[in-house]
């Protein structure tokens, strides 16, 4: 992965969003797409998504969960991360990575404000549901 800065940050992830982070980002490259770091400062805070796929033009948060108050948070963090990164002149679109299918009620709920979901699947592939 390539990091690309623009001010400091300090987060924690956890380990299970971590491990499906890297694990996303290492099937992506396997299938030529750039994965990168994006960190972008606003009003003196850093924030950034857990990956960014140029190729795909996405931002990507991943959760450790499918939980309904993980997957709020995640909306709320990457649409965020899509304003501040448009406001920049990076035309991104937004996706969520979870560690398993969620409800269908969670993938309509995201898709409905224009979110892509991303879940690894039983072969080891990954499965994309766009808006």
Do not use: H, N
């Not at 965020?80 to 991104?92: E, I, K, N, P, S």
């Not at 072969?123 to 808006?131: A, C, I, K, L, N």
Request: proline share 6%.
């Amino acid at each position: 992965m390539r990091r690309v800065d623009e001010g400091e940050s300090v987060r924690s992830v956890s380990r299970r969003a971590f491990e499906l982070q890297t694990r996303f980002g290492q099937w992506l490259q396997a299938r030529g797409k750039e994965v990168q770091v994006l960190r972008l400062t606003e009003d003196g805070v850093t924030i950034g998504p857990d990956l960014y796929v140029p190729t795909l033009g996405q931002l990507v948060e991943a959760k450790k969960s499918t939980a309904r108050a993980y997957v709020r948070t995640a909306i709320g963090q990457v649409l965020d991360y899509t304003a501040v990164a448009g406001r920049r002149g990076l035309a991104v679109a937004p996706a969520i990575l979870l560690p398993s299918e969620p409800r269908p009620s969670m993938v309509e709920l995201c898709t409905s404000v224009g979110i892509t979901v991303w879940w690894p699947i039983s072969s080891g592939d990954f499965q994309e549901v766009r808006p």
